[in-house]
């Protein structure tokens, strides 16, 4: 493990900024948000998260995928990927990374987010729980992998876990790190430790016990009941580090002659998210719609990925106007599940679940 | 707005004729296939002006707040119109034909509007893309999800965050969020999405301090025609 000072940090994030672009967290209005660093000083390391993920920097909410012409009939495809760093991602956030990585690489790999994620470096940091953080319970609580850089703040400094060769390079590159103390070591475990003891959200069942109790919770009252306060407005999926779901449109110039393809987020709890052709809607209620994310996130993908695909950063039940509140939903269907005595191995095949 | 698209105008004058714009123009021909209507309707001529329009035109699109959903002239509504009459061209006003004022109605109380281009002001972008797609052949997108997916996309501090409210969240979007971008509130300026939850934003309104009057005044301020026909 090695270390840096305070003033080594400054070092590095003011080298950084000379060869790439740089993002990190920052405070903006007051509030914790990640924002373009052009000064060392800009940069504030968080210890709760942030209102918005990180992923926007590998997966823009709006981007150019191709640009047509249809006086010949010819088309190019776009993409942009510039050398970039990401300062300030949590355990979670980087978990989140990870199974973004996952999902754009299955199937039909996507060149705009592999492109651009190959030129992303990632530089962790250490965090505190707040009152909604729950990653403890989904197993997301460190990061072993998907990191360049991993900061652990401690007394004097930083201890740093270096994750690639590029995190060693950079590290080499702009500052002078050392191996770190013991003395510094022990700081960074003591932290831990209260860490690990600070959660005040937590899940009632091994996160591997979920699909199964999704899979008998279709018909829960639940649903109906957070339907009725839901607006439909799609924050929770826009601040979620690990809904990927996006639309695709094409923009013709007003001369009629040349287009963009782009995309564009979507959310699967917005009223057209599931519109198709002749009006018909598969999901139209908004319980119906909430219960279709909460699945994607301990069941449908899970299945595919076998990991579930909430990470346990809360920022869904912090930006939720109405108080819904994802932990205490899947909670409740944990109860109501112990009720109907079902005897359960905690990881079902595939094969049981189709 | 329309006049504002300065590098598109142009463009777009290659593809179409403009044969009646009063702002724009004094030359007028009765001879259209879209048509782009501004404005509430709050006098029996307009509405019958209205009706021609729709007669002639194989579109119609409702251009702005006024024209869709009422807006603010629907204020109006909460008062006597005799009241009103007074009030504004004074004592005995409402006798007079001259003055003859009426209820405020959005132009789809009247006809049949094909397209609606909300907000007040409308956003260039969307004025343009409704009109490309209406001379390529295909359905123009008119965006019915809640400010928040804007404001999120614009990656603002939600304003409850900041012990302020706004109609935000029933809002219907399309603006990228501009209003809160730049440091306001929203006010609903563009009308209510097709599926509002009013119950939930009443209640998260009292939540963050309002009383239920100043709930309905902030449903009213745009959107008092829509919240009546919903209700």
């Not at chain 1, 702009?174 to 770190?180: D, E, F, I, R, S």
């Not at chain 1, 909460?294 to 076998?306: A, E, S």
């Not at chain 2, 209003?179 to 939540?207: F, M, Q, S």
Request: charged share 25%.
């Amino acid at each position: 493990m090695k270390f840096i000072t305070k003033t080594g940090l400054k070092a590095l994030v003011t080298g950084l900024i000379r060869d790439y672009k740089v993002y990190g967290t920052v405070k903006k209005d007051g509030f914790p948000a990640y924002g373009e660093i052009t000064d060392a000083k800009q940069l504030v390391l968080l210890q709760t998260p942030t209102h918005l993920s990180a992923k926007g920097f590998v997966f823009p909410e709006r981007e150019t995928l191709l640009r047509f012409n249809m006086e010949d009939g010819s088309h190019k495809p776009v993409v942009e990927a510039a050398d970039q760093v990401i300062i300030g991602l949590h355990a979670c956030d980087i978990h989140a990374m990870l199974l973004m990585d996952r999902v754009f690489a299955y199937g039909a790999p996507d060149a705009n987010y592999l492109a651009r994620r190959a030129k992303t470096l990632v530089i962790g940091t250490d965090c505190m729980p707040d009152e909604h953080c729950f990653c403890q319970s989904i197993g997301t609580m460190h990061a072993t992998e998907g990191f360049d850089l991993f900061l652990h703040q401690t007394k004097n400094g930083f201890a740093i876990d270096v994750g690639t060769k590029r995190g060693a390079a950079i590290l080499r590159k702009y500052t002078k790190a050392v191996t770190a103390a013991a003395s510094e070591i022990r700081n960074m475990e003591a932290f831990e430790k209260k860490r690990a003891g600070s959660f005040k959200t937590r899940l009632d069942a091994p996160a591997a016990a979920l699909p199964a109790i999704y899979a008998r919770s279709d018909a829960s009252p639940v649903w109906d009941r957070i339907g009725s306060i839901c607006y439909g407005c799609g924050s929770c999926n826009n601040v979620c580090p690990t809904c990927y779901c996006f639309d695709v449109r094409d923009e013709p110039a007003a001369n009629l002659k040349q287009g963009e393809r782009v995309r564009v987020w979507d959310a699967c709890t917005l009223e057209e998210f599931a519109l198709v052709a002749g009006g018909h809607n598969f999901r139209k209620p908004r319980g119906a719609r909430l219960r279709h994310r909460f699945n994607r996130k301990f069941r449908y993908l899970t299945d595919v990925f076998n990991a579930p695909f909430c990470v346990g950063c809360g920022r869904c039940i912090r930006t939720c106007l109405v108080n819904i509140n994802i932990a205490e939903v899947t909670n409740e269907l944990i109860a109501e599940d112990a009720k109907r005595g079902i005897i359960d191995e905690t990881v079902r095949t595939k094969k049981a679940e189709r | 707005m329309v006049l504002s698209c300065e590098n598109e105008l142009p463009e777009i004058l290659r593809q179409v004729d403009i044969v009646n714009f009063r702002e724009a123009m004094t030359e007028r021909h009765e001879d259209y296939e879209i048509a782009f209507v501004e404005g509430s309707i709050s006098r029996k001529e307009e509405a019958h002006k209205l009706r021609k329009i729709r007669k002639k035109a194989r579109v119609v699109v409702a251009l702005g707040a006024c024209s869709s959903t009422g807006g603010l002239n629907c204020l109006k509504n909460r008062f006597p119109m005799r009241y009103l009459q007074e009030e504004v061209y004074g004592r005995g006003a409402h006798k007079k034909k001259a003055f003859d004022t009426d209820t405020v109605r959005p132009i789809d109380a009247f006809i049949h509007v094909d397209y609606y281009i909300h907000g007040c002001p409308i956003p260039k972008k969307e004025f343009l893309s409704v009109l490309t797609a209406l001379l390529m052949g295909s359905v123009p997108k008119i965006t019915n999800h809640p400010v928040c997916v804007d404001c999120k996309l614009a990656g603002n501090i939600c304003v409850f965050e900041k012990g302020k409210t706004c109609l935000g969240p029933v809002t219907r979007a399309g603006c990228d969020a501009i209003c809160v971008t730049y440091g306001g509130v929203c006010w609903g300026c563009r009308g209510l999405v097709d599926d509002p939850n009013i119950g939930a934003h009443t209640e998260t309104l009292k939540r963050y301090g309002l009383t239920a009057d100043s709930v309905m005044d902030s449903f009213n301020l745009y959107d008092r025609c829509a919240i009546k026909r919903k209700r």
